[in-house]
């Protein structure tokens, strides 16, 4: 989320509109302009103004339907809530009533999620201008007229402050079950080896005597199974029958 920093007053200019700093930031206070068609930057740079000239009113950020600006850090008590109580405790956010103005009040939502969670403010304590001074503001989302109400608005802020993650559907693999291979001896005696050589001969076992294959190995023509022991036998069916379970 970009906000515009270019408006921002000096200490000096704040000092001449604001309560000074100290600001507790334990609230959001959510208001409206009530300036038709006036857009971020007019309130932005309206503010700047009135910094030099020891105007009476004062916000910290003004949203439209397209940018943010701020003209002032948290700190400050700006006066935006007709009350000492709500100025010295709260941020405050102006909505603009810009002609898509639905496309304000998202934005202006995003932001509020963001300020309640960078300053570790409850939702429960963003507050509407009225909450403050009894006066009506916001006034289009308060009448519901506009297609939204502070219900609505709230509830999309909740949205932003816990956004649904959606997980990709984890793709199962399918289950599979590996089967041990064994060699059984089916002559009388057969020899084992030490490696897979033909001439290094290891010990000679019974018919009957199983084994567990771990791989099978081609050697001077003929294949010769790896046993789990480390040991070699001949893969010929002569000699060996194979299994698996």
């Not at 007709?82 to 639905?102: H, P, Q, R, Y």
């Not at 998202?106 to 509020?112: S, V």
């Not at 909740?158 to 956004?163: E, F, G």
């Amino acid at each position: 989320m970009k906000i515009n920093k270019d408006y921002m007053l000096t200490d000096n200019e704040a000092l001449q509109v604001t309560g000074g700093k100290g600001n507790t930031k334990k609230y959001l206070t959510i208001h409206e302009t009530g300036n038709l068609n006036a857009s971020s930057i007019n309130h932005a740079k309206l503010q700047k103004r009135l910094g030099m000239k020891r105007s009476k009113a004062s916000w910290h950020y003004s949203v439209d339907d397209k940018e943010i600006h701020q003209n002032f850090e948290h700190t400050w008590k700006c006066w935006h809530t007709g009350t000492t109580a709500g100025n010295d405790t709260s941020i405050g956010i102006e909505i603009c009533w810009v002609k898509d103005f639905d496309s304000a009040v998202k934005l202006a939502a995003q932001l509020a999620a963001k300020i309640l969670k960078d300053e570790n403010i409850p939702l429960s304590n963003m507050r509407q201008h009225y909450h403050w001074s009894k006066k009506n503001c916001p006034e289009r989302i308060r009448s519901g007229k506009y297609g939204w109400t502070w219900d609505k608005f709230v509830a999309l802020v909740k949205s932003y402050l816990n956004p649904t993650v959606q997980k990709k559907e984890e793709v199962k693999q399918p289950t599979v079950v590996k089967k041990t291979t064994y060699v059984q001896v089916v002559a009388d005696n057969l020899w084992t080896y030490n490696t897979a050589n033909w001439n290094d001969k290891y010990i000679s076992y019974k018919k009957g005597t199983t084994f567990t294959v771990v791989s099978t190995h081609t050697v001077a023509g003929a294949k010769m199974y790896k046993l789990k022991s480390g040991k070699y036998i001949t893969a010929s069916s002569k000699y060996v029958k194979v299994f698996t379970k």
